[in-house]
């Protein structure tokens, strides 16, 4: 009884007794309660990712499905980096994807550049006019770089001494061409910023900008000043394009033909397709799944499957962009986002030369080659083709680099075959 009147009085239990009095009740093991909770968590964490999986391979919503595209694409228009998509995605779904690119390397081989109709048959001496000191095309400035817009050139002339823009030879010369330069504040009539006018050189700069993308496109005047440059070292290795520029006496360049490159390691002396510079056939083997991009003696860039007669430089890539005024491209067509670069010409003679950056967040993904088809079409280009991208992608303006290459060294670039320079007057 007093047991009884203690546990009354105090509250306390005996847990033995308590025990012995419920004999049919036992406790629960915490641990095996957490490896069930930590299963269904796993299990849950892997049907959702499934599903995830699902939806971003297989959905046709049209936001997944645009950038699943252009990832594939991207992944496979590399030579090293194709496992990006190979090694995630069904090969289904990548033979989807890259049929349409398929279905545009067939109809490449039907366009051939013409300049019967609708364009001068030669350009002697095209550009000529653009090319002079500042006191003799002063008054002709406009008519001479109708492509910049009058307002925002002479509002810039306005605010800066003649002494700063103009050389000591009287050529006016602003120069704010590298990628990361202060903007002049004169524009294009397309809304573009010009970066650079030389007037000693007949040589416009603008710069690209676009979403996701920079780069920089050189307007030439004169074609007759644009010629295919080769590495004195071709064969055993290439050269960077500042160098082979340099000893060309070249004021401008661009990269010009593609190259065995091993997981990357390519050294540029092994070129694709036949190159042809200054009349002279240094690489002959011809690649039939290129295209041939040539200027022949009237200073007429042609594109087209074969070397056509009288040309003096040329070598071999794809795909054409715009042939005879027409436009090939449009959206990712099957090569994705990659840094870019490519040569055409105006029904004038004046010559294009884009490069346009990427494999840089934050800075330049890249571009579509229908984005750079739609700026150089808007640019008046006739003629058009692609040349060797990714990290051999660069363009060089007096004495340097103007873009930001992909390559290990930027201020570089990689050692490539050749180039298409301008000389300088």
């Known amino acids: 009884m007093n047991g009884e009147k203690n546990q009354e009085n105090t509250g306390w239990v005996c847990l033995e ?158 120069d704010q061409a590298d990628y990361d330069d202060e903007e002049t504040g004169i524009e294009t009539v397309y809304g573009d910023p010009v970066c650079a006018i030389d007037t000693r050189n007949g040589i416009v700069i603008v710069a690209l900008h676009g979403d996701g993308y920079s780069g920089r496109m050189a307007i030439v005047k004169n074609p007759a000043q644009v010629r295919l440059a080769v590495s004195s070292t071709l064969g055993s290795s290439g050269s960077y394009l500042r160098d082979i520029c340099r000893s060309n006496n070249a004021v401008l360049g661009i990269n010009a033909s593609g190259f065995s490159d091993p997981e990357g390691t390519g050294n540029g002396g092994d070129v694709f397709g036949m190159v042809l510079s200054g009349g002279r056939m240094i690489a002959e083997s011809s690649d039939s799944k290129m295209k041939v991009i040539g200027m022949d003696r009237a200073n007429r860039l042609n594109i087209t499957n074969a070397l056509t007669a009288g040309a003096r430089d040329a070598m071999q890539f794809s795909p054409a962009l715009i042939v005879n005024g027409a436009q090939l491209i449009s959206g990712s067509s099957g090569w994705g986002l990659q840094p870019r670069s490519a040569i055409a010409q105006k029904q004038d003679g004046q010559m294009l030369l884009a490069v346009v950056d990427g494999r840089q967040p934050g800075y330049s993904i890249g571009i579509t080659l229908g984005e750079l088809t739609d700026i150089l079409h808007r640019y008046g280009a006739y003629q058009a083709c692609n040349l060797d991208g990714g990290s051999s992608s660069v363009l060089y303006y007096r004495g340097r680099n103007i873009t930001r290459s992909s390559a290990v060294t930027p201020e570089k670039g990689r050692h490539i075959p050749n180039a298409w320079i301008v000389e300088a007057n």
């Not at 699943?68 to 090293?80: D, L, Q, S, V």
């Not at 364009?119 to 002697?124: E, K, V, Y």
């Open 17 to 174: 007794e308590t025990a012995a009095a419920a004999p049919g009740r036992k406790k629960k093991p915490r641990r095996r309660r957490s490896r069930r909770r930590t299963l269904r968590g796993i299990a849950a964490a892997a049907a959702g990712l499934i599903a995830l999986y699902c939806v971003l391979v297989f959905s046709h919503i049209p936001f997944i499905e645009k950038w699943r595209t252009i990832y594939i694409e991207t992944a496979m228009g590399t030579m090293n980096h194709q496992w990006l998509a190979t090694l995630f995605l069904p090969q289904s779904v990548i033979d989807d994807v890259m049929s349409g690119r398929m279905t545009i390397e067939l109809q490449q081989e039907s366009y051939n550049s013409s300049w019967d109709s609708g364009a001068d048959t030669s350009f002697d001496g095209a550009g000529e006019a653009a090319i002079d000191t500042w006191d003799d095309i002063r008054e002709q400035f406009s008519e001479a770089y109708a492509e910049i817009d009058p307002k925002s050139f002479w509002a810039y002339m306005a605010a800066h001494e003649t002494a700063d823009v103009v050389d000591e030879d009287g050529y006016l010369l602003i």
